[in-house]
């Protein structure tokens, strides 16, 4: 039975533990076995979690800096609000999401992305009916499934924001520009915004035409699983991934060079706005979005230290008519969506974060001395200094052997001689010079010390 056991595939576990549950013996082994998480859904732990966290306030920090407030809607929708805001041409609605039909028989998926369901909040409660201008944004796991590999997950997470209500091309410099402003806030230097324009309707529509002729007129350079979508969306064929595709792709019109008075404006202003504020671009028409309600401007933030394939860090544009297509009554909106799992990756490679660091280490010993430096590291950290302290009773030597592995700034000295004679002792590590500060002054004089040493930084 044991070697049967070794060549059991975990995620088939709860199946297996059914078939066998008459062989007690086997049972009692299947269950004893470790589980694994879903292929392709990652544990995000310490020390990985710390980037994490940084690029999430950091998202947090320029969106209140630019006045977006935060959205969070269900995980969990109805599959119809998927197919009709991302559109059932997709890869992502035609072979990537995660739809069940629940207890009730009602067909629900895993949300693939974040703007669907954000337009149809904003319907429901009649936002944009209340207020002229809606500036959000959202932070949150995404599902699709794809085929795992680096950068590229079935549980992704996404922070995006939206701005709903304004036609102007300001706005869509503006959302650009929070976009560029994180990534430079969280140190991605490497890092290209690549800027086009899918035009309006009138341009468009005449546009796709033409390209749905030729693609049929070349159908056996057209990727098999693109045939289905030579109709609906033919311009997607810009961003397919297959180097035929690629290869066809270059030999076809742009629609960059048939853009009506509007679709030429609008993007020239965009461009105008992106130079004032120093924010550097290229234009690449082979950023397309494709779907009806997509127009104007589409970019991508793209970077060269994560491969071919999964080189996005994040993608938006335009979508004016998205609003009416679920329901609601016509509304400009612009937005985009970065993965935070691949920004996580680019900062991990680059080390651009050092880790975390507790700001000070308290070593003590003897019962006076716990007594102290427990209440000294709850005062310090009620103002956000990070400390640690001995928990289990160790040696000062075992105890500053972990403040040098835990890579602290300062070390506070809280022996049985301190005690005694009243004085405790800072060391600040990387200078190693020392201080001593009196014991009923420690939190005190602590404070004085870090808001200097943050002063300095
Ligand atoms: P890609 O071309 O890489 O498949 P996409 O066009 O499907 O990206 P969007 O739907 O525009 O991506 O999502 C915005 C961002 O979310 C992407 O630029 C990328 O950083 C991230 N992203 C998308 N899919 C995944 C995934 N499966 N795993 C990790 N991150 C993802
Ligand atoms: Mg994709």
Redesign the pocket.
């Known amino acids: 039975m044991g070697g049967i056991l070794l060549d059991v595939d975990l995620r088939h576990l709860y199946l297996l533990d059914i078939l066998v549950l008459t062989r007690s013996e086997v049972h009692v082994n299947l269950w004893c076995m470790k589980l694994q998480s879903i292929r392709?859904m990652n544990d995000i732990a310490p020390p990985e979690s710390h980037i994490w966290g940084k690029i999430e306030d950091a998202a947090r920090a320029v969106c209140r800096a630019a006045g977006y407030g935060e959205i969070r809607t269900p995980i969990l929708e109805p599959t119809e609000l998927f197919k009709r805001g991302v559109g059932e041409a997709t890869?992502?609605v035609e072979k990537?999401m995660y739809t069940f039909d629940d207890r009730n028989g009602d067909s629900l998926t895993l949300r693939?992305?974040g703007t669907a369901g954000v337009v149809r909040a904003v319907n429901q409660h009649g936002w944009a009916i209340q207020q002229s201008i809606l500036k959000l944004f959202y932070l949150g796991p995404?599902y699709?499934h794809?085929r795992?590999q680096k950068?590229?997950?079935?549980q992704?997470?996404?922070f995006?924001i939206e701005l709903l209500g304004v036609q102007d091309p300001l706005a869509d410099a503006e959302v650009i520009s929070v976009g560029w402003d994180l990534l430079k806030k969280i140190g991605i230097h490497d890092v290209e915004l690549r800027i086009s324009t899918l035009g309006t309707d009138s341009c468009r529509k005449p546009y796709f035409k033409k390209l749905t002729a030729l693609l049929k007129e070349n159908m056996d350079l057209v990727p098999e699983d693109f045939k289905s979508r030579i109709e609906k969306n033919p311009q997607r064929i810009f961003?397919h991934?297959d180097e035929k595709a690629q290869a066809l792709a270059k030999k076809l019109p742009l629609l960059l060079d048939e853009l009506d008075e509007e679709s030429s404006q609008h993007f020239k202003r965009v461009q105008e706005h992106l130079h004032s504020m120093e924010i550097p671009f290229v234009v690449d028409a082979n950023i397309v979005r494709g779907l009806d309600y997509y127009c104007h401007t589409a970019f991508?933030?793209t970077t060269n230290s994560l491969g071919k394939?999964?080189?996005?860090?994040?993608?938006?544009g335009r979508y004016d008519g998205l609003v009416e297509m679920l329901g609601g009554r016509p509304t400009p909106g612009v937005g985009?969506?970065?993965?935070?799992?691949?920004?996580a990756l680019v900062l991990q490679e680059a080390s651009s974060f050092g880790g975390v660091r507790p700001d000070l280490v308290i070593v003590s010993s003897g019962k006076e001395s716990v007594s102290v430096s427990l209440k000294v590291a709850r005062e310090l950290r009620g103002r956000g200094i990070s400390v640690e302290v001995d928990l289990e009773g160790r040696s000062m030597k075992a105890q500053l052997k972990r403040a040098n592995k835990l890579n602290a700034q300062y070390v506070l000295l809280i022996g049985e001689d301190e005690c005694a004679s009243g004085m405790a002792i800072l060391k600040n590590m990387e200078t190693r010079s020392e201080d001593s500060i009196p014991l009923e002054k420690l939190t005190a004089q602590l404070l004085e010390k870090f808001v200097e040493s943050f002063h300095q930084e």
């Open positions: 392709g890869d992502i990537e693939p992305e995404m699709r794809e795992p950068g590229r997950y079935r992704f997470y996404q995006g961003d991934k991508e933030f394939t999964q080189n996005a860090l994040g993608g938006g985009f969506a970065m993965g935070l799992d691949r920004l």
